[in-house]
């Protein structure tokens, strides 16, 4: 079992920056997991946004995103990143981080709850 816990949203002007971070707890090693990050906006259905696999040397990312944010993480902290910069209102969502098996962009067994980010234009 993992619990994720994702920080660092917030309200930001288009053209800034964000860091979101997830933290992760529970029996099973973090470090055994790929991590994802999805998004979904009002109305819309849940979008990927990148992943890392458990080393970090597979990193997705879908298209609307790649050059602009940027996956990480840290095994040691137990934590896994998504730096977002050059933010556009498009970027607008409930983000949230999630553990599975493989680097993949739909196939995640432990989710978080979210946390929401807005870009004002």
């Known amino acids: 079992q993992v619990h994720l816990v994702e920080s660092g949203g917030g309200l930001v002007q288009a053209g800034g920056s964000l860091r979101l971070s997830c933290a992760a707890s529970g029996r099973t090693s973090f470090s055994s997991y790929a991590m994802g990050w999805f998004r979904q906006a009002p109305g819309k259905e849940r979008e990927f946004v990148a992943a890392?696999?458990?080393?970090?040397?597979?990193?997705p990312y879908a298209d609307s995103v790649k050059g602009r944010f940027t996956i990480s993480r840290d095994n040691a902290k137990n934590t896994v990143y998504l730096q977002m910069n050059s933010l556009k209102p498009e970027d607008t969502a409930v983000y949230r981080c999630?553990?599975?098996?493989?680097?993949?962009?739909?196939?995640?067994?432990?989710w978080g709850q979210g946390t929401q980010v807005t870009v004002s234009s």
């Open positions: 890392i696999s458990w080393k970090g040397g597979s990193t």
């Open positions: 999630a553990a599975g098996p493989r680097t993949s962009r739909e196939d995640y067994t432990y």
